[in-house]
């Protein structure tokens, strides 16, 4: 395995706060610490063994949640320190009876190193395959503060599609009902699986920032809790407790779908992680407000429209949040492009999921009690279903128009759909064409797509 150079640096360590470092943080100068931080933890894996002072090996059955695969294991063969790199190793598995069963490693410092803010990063480089979401996030120490999760908050530092590693995400949930918060990050040049990469966040009363190798990509200072029935905790709950790390690799599951006949479980499937470190800044003020939540509730075009370029007139890539925006899940590949005033959504790998191939378009105003009509034109080059919703990614996907199933034929056809918006108000609707997880890949056509007040 080809061992990527850390980078060096010649800065002096600040000094650490009392009583919150080990002494390892005064024997390594070439930390670079960040002005006016200095460090309060951290673990280079410069060793020959885990460090299971700080680090707990985690077991958990296949199942236990979000429908993933693996059975999270403690025998140091998924999890493991290797040429100054922490390995998360997941396996796949097969029986006498030709059985499948995967394998992996979740890691975590819960009632070994917790902390509350800071700057807290990690080099690492991500596995490659479908069916692979590795992640390094946070959980609260005390999961009961606040109630159960998502209650309690979450933190994810980084998450990574195995089949999709030019892009990363960062996200709070929080909330009752479940919110999220969430940032993108996508790389211009390589991928996150071919080499190592610092994800960071910033915490602070009142504000969590995101980075990508230094740079800042999501900011979020909008998030709540609340028991059942009550008026929601003092802001900044539930993100002012101490929170402790985690690092796994999770195998198939809702979102990233299950492993492929060709995903690998090689070199290539490993969570190699370089060091993880903790600063601190000596104090935080956490005498902050909750900032007035502010909506985007952008105006319809002179038709009375939503619905941005509905009729191809502007140019599309199909891979930024402008209007159109073609995404890949669990397992589905293919592509987007404008044909002919449509746009045809190709398929080459459907997926296990309706959601492996979309077409979507977010940021729609949606407004509490309206009534609304969809509309578009679409058909297919030989018969096939297609799947047509409106959500809200804020709130966990929620539905607006529940989820229809749109039989497609070979000449155009028109359809329409009406339905009341029963939230509140949300400046972030999003309408989904789902085209995954059928048997069919014949290629969709879709235009004049209007989202209007009935």
């Avoid at 390995?87 to 394998?103: H, K």
């Avoid at 933190?155 to 949930?173: K, S």
């Avoid at 992680?273 to 900032?291: G, K, L």
């Avoid at 409106?390 to 929620?398: I, Q, R």
């Amino acid at each position: 395995m080809v061992k990527f150079p850390r980078k060096q640096t010649a800065m002096v360590l600040a000094a650490a706060l009392a009583g919150s470092c080990l002494a390892s943080c005064s024997s390594d100068p070439q930390i670079e610490v960040p002005e006016g931080y200095s460090l309060v933890w951290h673990d280079e894996f410069d060793g020959d063994a885990l460090n299971e002072e700080d680090w707990n090996r985690d077991f958990r059955r296949s199942g236990w949640v979000n429908n993933e695969l693996q059975t999270y294991l403690m025998d140091p063969e998924y999890s493991y320190v290797e040429d100054g790199d922490l390995v998360i190793q997941p396996v796949r598995r097969v029986d006498e009876n030709g059985r499948v069963s995967y394998a992996s490693a979740r890691l975590n410092t819960m009632g070994n190193q917790t902390f509350q803010y800071g700057r807290i990063e990690a080099r690492i480089r991500v596995p490659q395959g479908q069916g692979f979401l590795p992640a390094f996030w946070m959980m609260p120490q005390n999961e009961t503060q606040y109630g159960s999760w998502p209650r309690c908050g979450e933190i994810d530092i980084m998450e990574v599609l195995g089949n999709d590693t030019d892009t990363a995400y960062g996200t709070i949930h929080y909330g009752n009902p479940h919110r999220e918060n969430q940032g993108v990050y996508d790389l211009t040049q390589g991928d996150f699986a071919s080499d190592y990469h610092v994800y960071a966040i910033d915490w602070e009363p009142g504000q969590i920032s995101w980075y990508i190798d230094g740079n800042l990509y999501y900011q979020t200072s909008d998030w709540y809790t609340a028991m059942d029935g009550q008026d929601p905790r003092p802001y900044p709950a539930p993100f002012d407790q101490p929170f402790y790390i985690i690092l796994n690799v999770a195998v198939g599951g809702t979102w990233p779908g299950d492993p492929a006949d060709d995903t690998p479980f090689d070199e290539r499937a490993q969570m190699r992680v370089d060091y993880v470190r903790v600063f601190q800044r000596d104090s935080y003020d956490e005498n902050v407000e909750r900032p007035e939540p502010t909506l985007n509730m952008r105006q319809a075009d002179q038709n009375g429209n939503y619905i941005l370029n509905p009729d191809l007139t502007q140019e599309e890539n199909f891979s930024d949040n402008e209007a159109w925006r073609y995404i890949n899940n669990a397992g589905g590949a293919g592509a987007a492009s404008v044909e002919d005033g449509f746009i045809a959504v190709t398929t080459s790998d459907s997926g296990s999921e309706d959601y492996s191939i979309q077409l979507v378009q977010a940021g729609l105003p949606m407004h509490e009690n309206a009534h609304y009509v969809l509309s578009f034109d679409a058909y297919a080059d030989e018969p096939r279903t297609m799947g047509v919703d409106v959500s809200a990614p804020d709130y966990n996907y929620t539905r607006y128009m529940e989820d229809e199933e749109v039989e497609l034929g070979t000449e155009v056809q028109h359809y329409e759909f009406e339905f009341d918006m029963n939230g509140a108000d949300d400046d972030n609707g999003r309408l989904e064409f789902n085209i995954g997880g059928t048997d069919s890949s014949a290629t969709v056509y879709i235009s004049n797509v209007t989202l209007m007040w009935g």
